[in-house]
């Protein structure tokens, strides 16, 4: 199938979009394959052709992108890249500036509105658009290094605005205003409920409703907690199952703890989900057995529906698939059946380009320079008196 959109495959997405974006406040979408379908996915490093040189590597086609993008951050340059790579996007939203680190909302901030503008503008953005799309929000709240984890990397609690609690009612608020689809009124009830003041819009003229977005939420703690403490488990993140279409965790080859992977697949609260590996890679050594054994666990799962690679970025990167060519091979002959898929439909692919912006009027010319004053008359020369 080619991801090049045509007129004919434009009219089918615009007509299942329209069923998509039914009103889906109460419960999103999980927009899972078939079964027992698996969808591929790899992370996002900022330019076409880096997707389509791990695509090489990896012999197919990836079916999602994953963007990692601090809060706030515009849409519009990854629109264009998973336009152009054919791709459903995943998109993990940080709080921290993904530049300087620096802190921008704090969990109880957002759970209280003080992040709704940007909340508004990802409804807005999918809703318009008739895009699926998996938000994966604070991913890995429970590794010490993120800034919105609760607990300090030596196993004490921060406290003040990052408890579990402000994490979880952050969650549900990102999830009740992202996924939209009802009246303002019915919106602020939803917030009221779980306990969270009304929608907060400080930019533009308040809403009077949120249109439904074909957005499907994912969550995904580490699987074990870093450091593994009590009160950094899994489930003191769990948001509760209303808020949660996928359960996801990452799982690396330097940190390969297989009884930590399998007791998060059976944990009770989100047994009834399907489960993505949001990230995955090698890393520091060429592991081939790692790639098996991860691949042999996804058939075996059947609520595993989606595996993304992490082939990271920025100078130093050692996730770079490049780096591992005995992995890269492994990798390439375990996904070669036929239900790792590597298409989604109603991916960013089948949508236009967003519109020029317009252009400015060009400034107007500085005015010409005043005229020079005119030249003062030279005095008379004085006669001198007759004698």
Not at 5 to 19: E, Q, R, V, W
Not at 46 to 61: D, I, P, Q, R, Y
Not at 200 to 214: E, F, Q, S, Y
């Amino acid at each position: 199938m080619s991801w090049r959109a045509t007129k004919s495959a434009i009219g089918l997405m615009a007509a299942a979009a329209a069923l998509l974006v039914a009103p889906v406040s109460a419960s999103a979408l999980t927009l899972a394959p078939p079964k027992p379908n698996v969808f591929l996915g790899v992370s996002d490093r900022g330019t076409t052709t880096e997707f389509n040189e791990v695509s090489a590597l990896m012999g197919k086609h990836p079916a999602l992108l994953e963007t990692f993008h601090p809060w706030g951050n515009s849409l519009n340059e990854a629109y264009e890249r998973w336009r152009e790579t054919g791709t459903r996007p995943i998109l993990h939203i940080s709080t921290a500036d993904d530049q300087t680190l620096a802190e921008l909302i704090t969990p109880r901030q957002i759970a209280i509105g003080g992040g709704d503008n940007y909340l508004l503008q990802l409804n807005e953005f999918f809703a318009t658009k008739g895009l699926p799309a998996y938000i994966r929000p604070l991913g890995e709240p429970n590794r010490c290094l993120n800034a919105w984890s609760s607990v300090y990397c030596d196993g004490t609690q921060r406290g003040g605005d990052y408890t579990t609690g402000w994490y979880k009612q952050a969650f549900r608020r990102i999830a009740a205003i992202v996924r939209g689809g009802g009246s303002i009124e019915q919106i602020n009830l939803t917030l009221a409920e779980i306990g969270l003041p009304p929608v907060n819009r400080t930019k533009g003229p308040a809403p009077v409703a949120l249109p439904a977005a074909p957005v499907s939420t994912i969550w995904s703690p580490l699987p074990g907690g870093s450091p593994r403490v009590k009160g950094n488990y899994p489930g003191n993140y769990w948001p509760g199952s209303r808020w949660v279409d996928w359960v996801g965790t990452d799982f690396y080859s330097q940190y390969p703890v297989w009884k930590d992977l399998d007791r998060f697949y059976r944990g009770k609260q989100w047994k009834r989900k399907p489960v993505t590996i949001t990230e995955w890679a090698v890393s520091g050594v060429d592991d081939p057995r790692f790639v098996k054994q991860l691949v042999s666990w996804t058939v075996k799962r059947p609520r595993v529906r989606m595996l993304v690679y992490y082939n990271g970025f920025g100078a130093g990167n050692q996730y770079d698939l490049n780096l591992y060519p005995r992995t890269a091979n492994t990798l390439r002959l375990k996904i070669r059946r036929a239900n790792f898929l590597s298409v989604a439909d109603y991916n960013a692919g089948l949508f236009p380009p967003l519109p020029p912006k317009p252009k400015k009027p060009p400034p107007p010319p500085p005015p010409p320079p005043p005229p020079p004053p005119p030249p003062e008359p030279e005095p008379e020369p004085e006669t001198p008196p007759a004698e």
